[in-house]
């Protein structure tokens, strides 16, 4: 152990990432590492979450396309669908989750994917807030980045 105060039911040290509950292994295993990042996951994190954000607004604007002709809002609302699964996926991956690919699996459920979305951002920020980086409205900025790592 690295000697931090943790709370006592922690299944994980979130200052080195050692379990502290072999029991809780499986649960810990599927959720993004929390080991201390260097500037260059941080950057990498960042650039994802806001990929992500930046899918979820074209999702929103989207839903006014549908009233184009000939079905061509029904194509765009698909295709920007399948970019948001592709930044959920990426940005679990970012965060180093063992199991990115159930978390865009679990995104191509209508009603999941927003539940995934709202988790996957809050992991994100999170990750980025605990080293030190503020977060706004559309993720990180780069040049905090620069700061804190």
């Known amino acids: 152990m690295c000697g931090e105060a943790i709370m006592a039911g922690a299944l994980k040290c979130r200052f080195c990432g050692e379990v502290l ?29 806001t990929a992500l954000l930046f899918a979820v607004l074209l999702n ?15 194509y765009i609302n698909v295709a920007i669908y399948i970019f948001q699964v592709i930044c959920i996926f990426r940005l679990a991956t970012a965060l180093g989750s063992r199991v990115a690919w159930l978390w865009a699996l679990g995104a191509l459920i209508p009603c999941v994917s927003f539940i995934l ?33």
């Open 117 to 149: 979305l709202y988790a996957v951002n809050g992991l994100a920020t999170n990750a980025l807030q605990s080293c030190g980086v503020r977060v706004g409205l559309f993720g990180a900025r780069l040049a905090d980045i620069e700061s804190a790592g």
């Open 60 to 74: 929103l604007i989207s839903y006014f396309l549908l009233a184009l002709p000939y079905h061509i809002g029904l």
């Open 21 to 49: 509950d072999p029991r809780a292994y499986h649960f810990v295993a599927a959720t993004p590492d929390a080991s201390p990042r260097n500037s260059e996951d941080l950057r990498r994190i960042a650039k994802r979450q």
